[in-house]
């Protein structure tokens, strides 16, 4: 592969260029497009020669037509029939603008309409301003850029590495554009695991979307997953982007590798789905952390009123500034009825805010009751651009095996117990994450991706084994519900007697009014977990401290929370006195010495 942080800097070094002419922030209207003009350039230099022999041909064609049959001759799902191209564009540098507009319009429909999401036009105009001058330059330099010898995968990762800097520049965050590539490959190795089988068939077509595809790195990574597994599988990939340039440029890493850019969709995914309707075998997705939804309210709340479960977001709303659970609600929505599968990554939040009766409880009692939720891996801290805080990915299924059905698998990949065992001796590395170096924002792990003995094959194997042991564990979907209870009390007068209605029913004091969260299930005398009822939790926990006091059924809420730390902790007992005595009689004897040295 080639180093895709060295042609990165190639690139970041034409923004010197713009210095002066160009707020820092405004760097990546000029060089971005730039480089997907180039990237086209380069991609389709073999065949531009005939391309331009064979357009006189056809001059008697309709567009469309034209496109087509030019197309093949290109050998790509787009051509260029202008005459220029980027070694030809700096031979005449008086005509540099009119002549770069020229190779713009001379792309087919299809390329045109990703540059054009660049607003890309008004930019020539600022450079070839004579005030700026320095259109000509950057041409010059980017002609001097080969983005030839790179595959799809390396050039993505180029533009995200453009992208996250130009997000410093602008103190926008990296992490609304980019997912670590280690990340995406463990989700769709775990999104895949399942499906081996199925994937190994000739000609075997499958669909894979994404509701927040940024460039496509998820997209491309699954594709290249499937082509590496099997190479007469197909995977057709969908997405659906909010900003310009990302989508942009996804739509032209689709362009080249064949795929229909149709499929990738531009917008708001809230408030205008752009696949209505379509359902996928595979979903994936990293939604920005804890964004709000506030533009996009009336909408979704219209569609929850109006629609409830015939629509997207039947089960609940979550509180306003955060709208992750809305996206998993969609996605649950295209999942197909004979089975698809569902990887997304979320911060802590999804899993436990909101209490019982809440819009994040009830989607989560939704999606357990339904029995879609099939695991949930938590991830090493510092391993995204952004942000150092703990992340975890949701597996989220309408076709569990017959082992997995009615259950939820727990997977604690922080690598965090393995942090203690290599301080005490026990092991010599950590099986979850590697330093990662040099680091890159707030990113300083990196999962490792090679080999069953360490990251993601180690992750995927706990996933597939589906076994507890000291990172998994397994419990049933009743586990995580519970019932949130009011515990009132008898109001009494002055005399101590219970006042009551008219009947003849205790009143409740309502300063005494109390609440207790009740689980589903306990555990029994043997640590074996048994569901229980709440008149059960009553006789044993409350009554026994308040003789009087009695559960208003009327006001009982179900909820279903995940406290996945809780589930792993380890009791670990304080240190004897005789150990922390002799630990300090040592140091006392260690300085001695060294006083008595000097």
Known sequence: MTDFREKANLIWQVADLLRG???????????????????LDCVLKP??????????????????????????????????????DFEKLIAEPDKIAPNLRNYINGFSASAREIIEYFSFDDQIDRMDDPKADILFQVIKKFAEIDLSDMDTMTMGYVFEELIRRFSEQSNETAGEHF????????????LFNSDDDSLTKPGI???LYDPACGTGGMLSVAE???????????????????????????KSDMLIKGQNPSNIKFGNTFTVDGLENEKFDYMLSNPPFGVDWKKAEKIIKDEFDNKGYSGRFGAGLPRINDGSLLFLQHMISKMKKDGSRIGIVFNGSPLFTGQAGSGESNIRKWIIENDWLEAIIALPDQLFYNTGISTYVWIVTNKKSNERKGKIQLINATGAKDEELIAAGKIAFNRFWNKKVPTLGNKRKEISENGNTKGIGFITNLYGDFEENEF??????????????VVEQPLKDENGNIEKNSKGEPKPDTSLRDYENIPFMRYDENKKLVLQTIQEYFEREIKPNLPDAWIDESKTKIGYEISFTKYFYEFKPLRSLDEIRADILALEESLNLDIFKN
Request: aromatic letters at 12%; glycine letters at 4%.
């Open 179 to 190: 997912t670590p590539r280690e990340v995406i490959k463990l989700m769709v190795n775990i």
């Open 224 to 250: 290249k997953h499937l082509n590496d597994f099997n190479t007469k599988a197909k995977l057709e990939v969908f997405g659906q982007e909010i900003n310009p340039e990302s989508y942009a440029i996804c």
């Open 47 to 84: 065949t531009k020669e005939k391309v331009l022999a064979y357009l006189p041909k056809i001059q008697d064609k309709s567009d469309s037509t034209k496109d087509l049959i030019l197309n093949k001759i290109a050998g790509h799902n787009f051509h260029n029939h202008s005459k220029y």
């Open 21 to 39: 002419d160009y707020k820092r922030s405004d760097y990546g209207k000029v060089i971005l497009p730039l480089t997907v003009l180039r990237r």
């Open 205 to 207: 077509v499958k669909t």
């Open 472 to 485: 998994v564990k397994i419990f049933s979907n009743d586990f995580f519900g519970y019932w949130r209870v």
